[in-house]
């Protein structure tokens, strides 16, 4: 009994050795504190179950993390954190045996066991449809630092009467133009009977007015109408020639009766 157990932790303590553990923290010093940090406040590996809740003084921890890429979500409440992206991959410690080995192998992690390997974060901020940079790019620093880049604010202003835009209305500016006639009209009307010579000019150019109306309506009138005018004016003329001829026929046959 006491052999297998010994078996199952010496079966586990290298793949806890070989885990790495993302350290981080949220400054309570801006617009977050620990008076106003949820304790339901977490971050997400890869939107996925796994997640570590943050503690109270702002500091979280994943472990048991392998070599790979991962996304990390800040769900904190009525905050908006941005993502970020880790990548971790291995590499051997740097001692001088080690530098001797990279002398003659190029490739030392060949040579080296996976116990002795250590895994090396690096850290970039994640945008969705972009390719990640290289681990040779400048990493974030580490232990690393989630900053909020704002409050969530659901609460829209009510908005306040816009004169402008009320006269942009077309009901508005038809009442405007409507209120102007009815209070205009009546002054109008009143220069005009002072002014007789002005009021002579009015009349004289309406009807000027009225007359170019009639004209082009009978024009209109003579367009639309004028084939059927003309249509008729023959039939009319063949008409009349045809009752004369009778009429004349008739007259000629009685006198000849009183003739006889």
Known sequence: MFSSDLLLILTVLPSLAWGFTLKGFIPLDGLLSNVTLSPSSRVVLDHSSRYALVRQDGTFELSDLTEGTYIITPQ?????????????????????AQSDLESRDPSPLAQTPASDLELTPHLQPFYPGKTPLTTSSPSLAYPLALRPIGREDYYTPK??????????????????????????????????????????????????????????????????????????????????????????????????????
Do not use: C, H, W
Not at 76 to 96: K, Q, R
């Open 76 to 96: 904190i409440p009525e905050y908006t954190f941005p993502s970020y992206l880790l990548i971790l991959t291995s590499s051997a410690p740097s001692t001088p």
């Open 159 to 260: 908005g306040g009467v816009n004169v402008l835009g009320m006269l942009k209305n077309p009901v508005v500016l038809m009442m405007l133009a409507s209120g102007v006639m009815m209070f205009g009209m009546p002054k109008l009307m009143a220069s005009l009977d002072s002014d007789p010579e002005l009021k002579k000019e009015m009349m004289e150019a309406r009807k000027r007015m009225d007359g170019l109306q009639s004209g082009l309506t009978g024009s209109l009138s003579s367009m639309l109408t004028g084939g059927n005018d003309a249509a008729v004016a023959p039939q009319a003329v063949a008409g009349g020639g045809a009752r004369g001829g009778a009429g004349g026929a008739r007259g000629g046959t009685a006198q000849r009766r009183r003739g006889k």
